[in-house]
């Protein structure tokens, strides 16, 4: 595709619930991450992708997030068992390369309630 | 202490101006330096790309980095209402495999 692509754009979900987000990357893009972004807050990095493996997972905030990459593309970050505090913008992001720079994609809106 | 340092703002500046949006940091370690411009419910999108210390121009941006003060700058010259979005700033070091580490983004409005 054109740009980093997320699915839903919105999601509204009940405290306890678990939730999916889908990232599409940029196409050839072989790095894939995953960040969250709070009102007031930067960007929080929470995990990246290299092809289908995960070197670094240390942002995710505890063992209710998990993420995975299937065929170098696609990834699907999941939330289980959501709580107020999850609520937030998550973004997701691509680069062709170690060095290169991260291309956004608009993000999942996450509403918690 | 966060390791990357922005305000917030918001900044409003009348049309034409000269904006000037910093960030200062502390781990030595960083060598690439970005700027965002990030517009409300949308992702951010890259402005500024650069290594090291030293300046880059494009168009009506400019982009410093003085690495001996631990800091950086983005210059937006004769400013129109359509710059008017959140500015973030970012960096790594160059064995943190493109994990970058984030300003908290300084608002901007540009005025007619």
């Known amino acids: 595709g054109a740009g980093v692509s997320q699915s839903p754009s919105n999601k509204v979900t009940e405290k306890g619930k678990d939730v999916e987000l889908r990232c599409d990357p940029i196409s050839g893009h072989t790095a894939l991450y995953w960040y969250r972004q709070s009102l007031g807050q930067g960007l929080e990095f929470l995990i990246y992708f290299q092809g289908n493996s995960a070197p670094d997972k240390s942002g995710l905030p505890s063992d209710r997030f998990s993420a995975e990459r299937t065929g170098g593309s696609v990834s699907t970050l999941t939330i289980q068992r959501t709580q107020q505090e999850d609520s937030a913008v998550y973004l997701c992001?691509?680069?062709?390369?170690?060095?290169?720079?991260?291309?956004f994609g608009n993000g999942t809106r996450l509403t918690v309630t | 202490q966060k390791e990357v340092e922005q305000d917030p703002g918001p900044l409003s500046v009348p049309e034409g101006a000269i904006v000037s949006l910093n960030c200062t940091y502390s781990n030595s370690a960083f060598q690439y330096f970005m700027w965002y411009r990030q517009y409300s419910r949308k992702g951010p999108e890259l402005l500024m790309y650069t290594y090291s210390s030293g300046n880059k121009e494009d168009g009506r941006f400019t982009a410093q980095v003085d690495k001996s003060s631990k800091y950086i700058s983005l210059f937006i010259r004769d400013s129109q209402p359509s710059d008017s979005a959140t500015y973030l700033c970012a960096m790594r070091n160059t064995g943190t495999a493109s994990k970058l580490t984030f300003g908290t983004g300084t608002r901007l409005q540009v005025t007619l």
């Open positions: 992001a691509s680069s062709s390369e170690l060095s290169a720079p991260l291309h």
